[in-house]
């Protein structure tokens, strides 16, 4: 019975008769100017409503004319998780991808006590899912882009976050265009030790939609016992029983890591780049476009090499799906060993300028490996970086820190160094260096 075991493990422990409060700092977090908006909600009252207050911060890309979706990055259960979604949308690396497709970035942050039962938002059925389209609508007001209600979505959630993720998209699969599960999937079957936790169904619709299972091999794959060895179990029945039906999923197991994300962005925003391309609308307001299955690869569940479907001899019924050639090439450096290779240099930082005593400047991150530290030069000669060592306790050192949920820490990292008042800007350069080492130009 371990495969239904998963939520019980992984997620929270039973609700309590009386919430309490949450523990500072829920109300510390960026400012949300313009191109950021964001809206609260106090918990529900109403029957089925959604019974912890959360935050909805939105980055809409500067210049964009119409959305064509919007990215959502779900954080998990606990009360370090949700607060770590506070600075979801202010990440430079999944802001490349969103200003790539014209679309906005959300971070939900529901304000969940860390004794209370996180199915009561990360199961949408139980209110998340109306205050989720409840946001889009405010938001869309509030930030001139009235579309955001309508457009697509692409969906990334941990943990708790990928259950929310799942979910979402089995209740409503015409309105999905991808979705990545970290470390959580949506249960397909009753757990007869939680009866709270209520199945989801299949819809026809949903085998449409790309969907990819990603977690850690500690997580039940090579470590089969402790608290989320019941990860792999779960996993397993959700992606056996959708690609049994013909469903467009695929499992990427993370070779170094437990629960924590490690470096799966790197593998999870191509993998969301290559399903946007091919199913967003060429204009707002347009429909979702089919999957093309030509140019799909394969690779047996578990393995390490995929083929061109053509090729594959295999059970397709049982192999895992990829979107195209690109992907599975970095979909097996992952699974090998997460150092997906990149050759193409980071964007070059711009208006390099001096401020009071600081020197500062704008940068946006490279699309496949993001940023991971700058380099400041005077004269022709280094002279500093920023920041002085960058850190990750979880994968690949980056400039703004990550948190468990795969966000940039508090507070966020400033994009300057500090220089002696009235310094001149002239001879001063700034370099960007990706996670993958490569340098832009000056």
């Known amino acids: 019975m ?16 009386m919430l309490q409060a949450q523990s500072a700092p829920y109300d510390v977090f960026p400012a949300a100017e313009a191109p950021y908006y964001r809206v609260r909600y ?6 089925g409503g959604l019974i912890f207050p959360v935050n ?3 980055w809409v890309p500067p210049g964009v004319k119409m959305l064509r979706g919007v990215i959502v990055h779900q954080h998990g259960c606990g009360e370090g998780s949700c607060k770590s979604g506070l600075t979801g949308a202010f990440d430079l690396h999944w802001q490349a991808l969103a200003k790539k497709h014209d679309c906005a970035l959300l971070s939900p942050a529901y304000e969940q006590p860390e004794k209370a039962d996180c199915q009561m938002w990360c199961d949408p059925r139980n209110g998340s899912g109306a205050a989720f389209e409840k946001a ?7 930030s ?48 007869p030790e939680r009866a709270a936790i209520k199945a989801h169904l299949i819809p026809d619709e949903a085998v449409q939609v790309p969907i990819m299972c990603n977690l850690g091999t500690k997580e039940g794959v090579t470590v089969k016992e402790g608290r989320f060895a019941g990860v792999w179990p779960s ?49 707002s307001g347009g429909a979702l476009k089919s999957m093309s299955k030509e140019g799909a690869w394969l690779a047996p569940l578990l393995g390490a090499e995929a083929v061109p479907a053509v090729k594959f001899t295999g059970d397709v019924g049982k192999a895992v799906w990829l979107p195209d050639e690109a992907t599975a090439k970095a979909w097996m450096q992952y699974v090998k060993d997460t150092a997906i290779a990149d050759i193409t240099p980071p964007p070059a930082p711009t208006k390099v300028r001096i401020e009071g005593s600081e020197l500062k400047w704008d940068a946006e ?40 949920s795969d966000t940039p820490a508090m507070p ?17 350069r700034v370099i960007a260096v990706n996670t993958a080492g490569l340098r832009s130009g000056k």
């Open 2 to 17: 371990r495969h239904l075991l998963c939520l019980s493990l992984v997620l929270a422990t039973a609700p309590l008769p």
């Open 42 to 47: 106090e918990a529900s009252k109403e029957p």
């Open 56 to 58: 909805y911060t939105v």
């Open 136 to 142: 889009l609508g405010d938001l869309g007001k509030a």
């Open 144 to 191: 001139g882009h009235p579309e955001l209600a309508s457009v697509p979505w692409a969906l990334w959630g941990h943990s708790g976050g990928g259950h929310w993720a799942g979910g979402m998209t089995l209740l409503h699969p015409q309105r999905v265009a991808a979705a990545w599960q970290r470390s959580g999937v949506p249960l397909l079957k009753v757990n």
């Open 235 to 283: 996993n397993e029945t959700f992606f056996s029983e959708l690609r049994a039906k013909g469903g467009l999923v695929g499992v990427a197991v993370d070779p170094l890591t437990s629960h924590e994300c490690g470096n799966q962005r790197y593998l999870a925003i191509r993998w969301l780049d290559a399903c946007l391309t091919a199913r967003l609308p060429d204009h």
């Open 365 to 404: 991150a490279d699309l496949e490996s993001g940023v991971g530290h700058f380099i400041i030069e005077r004269d022709g000669k280094e002279i500093a970086t920023v920041p002085a060592q960058p850190k990750n306790p979880f994968g690949r050192p980056v400039f703004q820190g990550l948190q468990y």
């Open 412 to 428: 966020l990292v400033q994009m300057s160094y500090a220089v002696a008042e009235g310094t001149k800007a002239e001879g001063y």
